[in-house]
């Protein structure tokens, strides 16, 4: 296995602005959802962030915590597909195989982090922001499921001019659009095959930990944040 | 036409097979008509997209999946109580089995269809089966919806033919009594029944041997859809009594379901003098022992979570007894234990009318049960952030509306068709 993505997310960093999720939505062709089905809980935002508040007011604080697909290793939602629509590729990456799905959406109950998203609808946008279709993303029919996929595209593309020049991917040259968008850099991206990496070393410093960790999906998401 | 003189047996079973009368044509014609708005939502549904039903992230599954279970759960009228029944030779099941049996066919076949109503995609429902393909792909046999695929079918083509091999004595005789397109169709079915003694000991071989393989079948089968819950992550479901909790729910609704039936059977078709107070009597205490082992599955669930209080599992009791979910929880009691108890315990009010009026707030109960299972445990998972609350909408709850209407039909048009009490089984001495 040449290699292996994960992220670091730096919660002490992390300052809520949700550059992230405005960045995955025009980089991954995510549909928009009005306000009714937005309320309905039918937005399409493959990175969220969550909000956690400690203490009474006006004593609060309120904490960050941007949730995308962890990419487990062993996740939930892989074996519970009857057509193998989702699956775990050579890169540890779980991928999701739009024209295989047949939309049980078993994958998206057995999500502890709910990050699963499905199509309701045929996908729209208003205009004109159907004219800003990333080319190398497909757009989803209706009846499919849909995921944060670390930016594959952006995976392929590094690998391609990589072996074009007879190289290794270098450590910080893919960056999936969340990354690159994050103007306090809490996010960072790489190949935790590689032990000098930026992610490997934040993965294994003492400020890792990872979210839900108990249920032993040994997710590929690590978040930092200061020890008690 | 089927010819009705002769014998006071085929004059009283035979008689509803002619002619139709004003209610009749009533029943039938609501029932189609609730049944094809249903289809017609359910065509709207395929051509907007899934979203015109209420489910939404985190609570993918919602009335549709609701239904299946329930159904399926039905289904175990026939199955389980007539094969029990059959194996142990209990002398008073002669008018029951056949209306058990068709229970299960028609609940089976309604039941089987949730699935696919509740794709994303259902146009593309067969690729959960394995068939051989130019891609060399198979279905995911480690996912539990593969082995609801499996266990359903084999458990309905099973239920087929424990339902028809029973008939086939009783159609050959209809043959011999009728004309015109009834003589072709019962000809047809009887498969050229003579009744000697060498066809009479084949069916009763295949009919024990059926009644013991569909009772292993039946329990298989709600284990497995048990098992798309407990196979989950998510709390509260990923529970080992499951298994056991739905079989025992299934059986439980299923002789609701067919107390129901057999009491508009013997309204219906004025068969008071077959369908005796001492069947439902003998029906209600079987209800009454289902009750008080639901109650003890329910009870064993409930505790054991309350007292390991894991936050996770907290939060989706919390929401079942004392939040948003209370209502239903508190009604599902009420109508699967508490109502029962009191009606079917106590001797002296026990009576076709109170074991009737238990078997339908048993059916509403355990479709409420059904209910409970699916969404609360789906509307609090692991993490806070991603709760929300299910509220279904007019398509699905025509559609949900539209099954139990198909479910009158099928049993109407099946009534006008063959005869709903097994006439050999009265005349017939046992060759075995």
């Given at each position: 296995m040449e290699h292996r993505w994960g992220m670091a997310i730096d919660l002490d960093r992390c300052t809520g602005c949700e550059a992230c999720v405005v960045a995955c939505h025009a980089e991954n062709n995510l549909p928009l959802s009005d306000a009714d089905q937005a309320e309905k809980g039918r937005a399409f935002h493959w990175i969220r962030v969550d909000r956690y508040y400690e203490g009474e007011f006006p004593d609060i604080r309120v904490k960050y915590m941007p949730v995308l697909c962890q990419q487990c290793d062993e996740a939930p939602c892989e074996p519970v597909c009857p057509v193998y629509a989702t699956y775990h590729n050579a890169e540890g990456l779980n991928v999701q195989v739009y024209n295989r799905c047949v939309g049980t959406r078993y994958c998206g109950n057995n999500c502890p982090y709910s990050v699963r998203f499905f199509n309701w609808f045929e996908p729209e946008w208003p205009e004109p922001l159907h004219l800003q279709h990333n080319p190398d993303v497909a757009v989803r029919p209706s009846g499919v499921m849909e995921k944060c996929t670390f930016c594959i595209q952006r995976i392929q593309r590094a690998k391609r001019d990589a072996q074009a020049e007879n190289r290794r991917v270098a450590d910080g040259e893919v960056q999936p659009a969340c990354v690159q968008s994050c103007p306090a850099e809490a996010m960072t991206f790489g190949d935790l095959n590689d032990p000098e990496s930026k992610v490997s070393r934040l993965a294994t410093s003492g400020r890792a930990t990872r979210l839900l960790e108990d249920l032993g999906t040994k997710p590929k998401v690590f978040y930092l944040q200061r020890g008690k | 036409m089927v010819e009705t003189r002769g014998d006071g047996l085929r004059a009283t079973l035979w008689r509803p097979l002619n002619g139709f009368s004003g209610r009749y044509l009533l029943a039938l014609t609501a029932a189609f008509l609730v049944g094809a708005w249903g289809l017609g939502c359910w065509g709207y549904q395929i051509v907007r997209g899934i979203g015109v039903a209420g489910i939404r992230r985190p609570t993918m599954w919602g009335f549709y999946l609701v239904n299946f279970v329930f159904w399926i759960g039905i289904s175990h009228a026939g199955t389980l109580i007539s094969a029990i029944l059959r194996l142990t030779d209990a002398g008073w099941r002669k008018p029951v089995t056949r209306a058990a049996e068709a229970i299960t066919v028609f609940a089976l076949s309604i039941g089987a269809m949730f699935p696919i109503i509740h794709l994303g995609r259902p146009w593309i429902f067969y690729w959960l089966f394995p068939y051989p393909n130019s891609r060399l792909l198979w279905p995911n046999f480690r996912s539990p919806l593969l082995w609801d695929v499996t266990a359903i079918s084999t458990y309905l083509s099973g239920s087929v033919i424990y339902l028809y091999l029973p008939l086939i004595p009783d159609l050959a005789e209809l043959a011999q009594h009728s004309t015109g397109w009834r003589l072709r169709l019962y000809t047809l079915l009887a498969l050229g029944w003579t009744g000697s003694d060498r066809q009479w000991h084949a069916v009763e071989r295949a009919m024990k041997l059926m009644a013991g393989t569909i009772l292993a079948v039946a329990v298989s089968v709600h284990t497995v859809v048990a098992w798309d819950f407990?196979?989950?992550?998510a709390p509260m479901w990923h529970?080992?009594?499951?298994g056991p909790y739905f079989v025992a729910g299934a059986i439980f609704s299923g002789i609701a379901a067919l107390v129901v039936a057999m009491s508009i059977i013997r309204r219906a078709l004025h068969l008071e003098e077959y369908l005796l107070p001492v069947h439902f009597e003998n029906l209600g205490k079987l209800l009454l022992l289902m009750s008080l082992l639901w109650v003890y599955f329910t009870v064993a669930e409930n505790l054991t979570t309350w007292y390991g209080n894991s936050p996770a599992e907290m939060s989706v009791f919390g929401e079942r007894v004392r939040g948003r979910y209370a209502p239903c929880f508190w009604f599902m009691v009420f109508c699967n234990f508490v109502l029962p108890f009191v009606l079917l315990s106590v001797k002296r009010l026990r009576s076709v009318a109170t074991v009737t009026i238990s078997g339908v707030t048993v059916l509403v109960g355990m479709w409420v049960e059904r209910f409970m299972i699916v969404l609360p445990s789906l509307s609090r998972p692991h993490l806070a952030a991603a709760a929300g609350f299910y509220s279904p909408t007019w398509v699905e709850i025509s559609i949900t509306a539209s099954t139990f209407a198909a479910m009158v039909m099928f049993y109407l048009i099946f009534c006008k068709l063959f005869p709903i009490i097994a006439v050999w089984e009265y005349k017939h001495v046992s060759h075995g």
């Amino acid at each position: 296995m040449e290699h292996r993505w994960g992220m670091a997310i730096d919660l002490d960093r992390c300052t809520g602005c949700e550059a992230c999720v405005v960045a995955c939505h025009a980089e991954n062709n995510l549909p928009l959802s009005d306000a009714d089905q937005a309320e309905k809980g039918r937005a399409f935002h493959w990175i969220r962030v969550d909000r956690y508040y400690e203490g009474e007011f006006p004593d609060i604080r309120v904490k960050y915590m941007p949730v995308l697909c962890q990419q487990c290793d062993e996740a939930p939602c892989e074996p519970v597909c009857p057509v193998y629509a989702t699956y775990h590729n050579a890169e540890g990456l779980n991928v999701q195989v739009y024209n295989r799905c047949v939309g049980t959406r078993y994958c998206g109950n057995n999500c502890p982090y709910s990050v699963r998203f499905f199509n309701w609808f045929e996908p729209e946008w208003p205009e004109p922001l159907h004219l800003q279709h990333n080319p190398d993303v497909a757009v989803r029919p209706s009846g499919v499921m849909e995921k944060c996929t670390f930016c594959i595209q952006r995976i392929q593309r590094a690998k391609r001019d990589a072996q074009a020049e007879n190289r290794r991917v270098a450590d910080g040259e893919v960056q999936p659009a969340c990354v690159q968008s994050c103007p306090a850099e809490a996010m960072t991206f790489g190949d935790l095959n590689d032990p000098e990496s930026k992610v490997s070393r934040l993965a294994t410093s003492g400020r890792a930990t990872r979210l839900l960790e108990d249920l032993g999906t040994k997710p590929k998401v690590f978040y930092l944040q200061r020890g008690k | 036409m089927v010819e009705t003189r002769g014998d006071g047996l085929r004059a009283t079973l035979w008689r509803p097979l002619n002619g139709f009368s004003g209610r009749y044509l009533l029943a039938l014609t609501a029932a189609f008509l609730v049944g094809a708005w249903g289809l017609g939502c359910w065509g709207y549904q395929i051509v907007r997209g899934i979203g015109v039903a209420g489910i939404r992230r985190p609570t993918m599954w919602g009335f549709y999946l609701v239904n299946f279970v329930f159904w399926i759960g039905i289904s175990h009228a026939g199955t389980l109580i007539s094969a029990i029944l059959r194996l142990t030779d209990a002398g008073w099941r002669k008018p029951v089995t056949r209306a058990a049996e068709a229970i299960t066919v028609f609940a089976l076949s309604i039941g089987a269809m949730f699935p696919i109503i509740h794709l994303g995609r259902p146009w593309i429902f067969y690729w959960l089966f394995p068939y051989p393909n130019s891609r060399l792909l198979w279905p995911n046999f480690r996912s539990p919806l593969l082995w609801d695929v499996t266990a359903i079918s084999t458990y309905l083509s099973g239920s087929v033919i424990y339902l028809y091999l029973p008939l086939i004595p009783d159609l050959a005789e209809l043959a011999q009594h009728s004309t015109g397109w009834r003589l072709r169709l019962y000809t047809l079915l009887a498969l050229g029944w003579t009744g000697s003694d060498r066809q009479w000991h084949a069916v009763e071989r295949a009919m024990k041997l059926m009644a013991g393989t569909i009772l292993a079948v039946a329990v298989s089968v709600h284990t497995v859809v048990a098992w798309d819950f407990a196979m989950a992550v998510a709390p509260m479901w990923h529970s080992t009594i499951y298994g056991p909790y739905f079989v025992a729910g299934a059986i439980f609704s299923g002789i609701a379901a067919l107390v129901v039936a057999m009491s508009i059977i013997r309204r219906a078709l004025h068969l008071e003098e077959y369908l005796l107070p001492v069947h439902f009597e003998n029906l209600g205490k079987l209800l009454l022992l289902m009750s008080l082992l639901w109650v003890y599955f329910t009870v064993a669930e409930n505790l054991t979570t309350w007292y390991g209080n894991s936050p996770a599992e907290m939060s989706v009791f919390g929401e079942r007894v004392r939040g948003r979910y209370a209502p239903c929880f508190w009604f599902m009691v009420f109508c699967n234990f508490v109502l029962p108890f009191v009606l079917l315990s106590v001797k002296r009010l026990r009576s076709v009318a109170t074991v009737t009026i238990s078997g339908v707030t048993v059916l509403v109960g355990m479709w409420v049960e059904r209910f409970m299972i699916v969404l609360p445990s789906l509307s609090r998972p692991h993490l806070a952030a991603a709760a929300g609350f299910y509220s279904p909408t007019w398509v699905e709850i025509s559609i949900t509306a539209s099954t139990f209407a198909a479910m009158v039909m099928f049993y109407l048009i099946f009534c006008k068709l063959f005869p709903i009490i097994a006439v050999w089984e009265y005349k017939h001495v046992s060759h075995g």
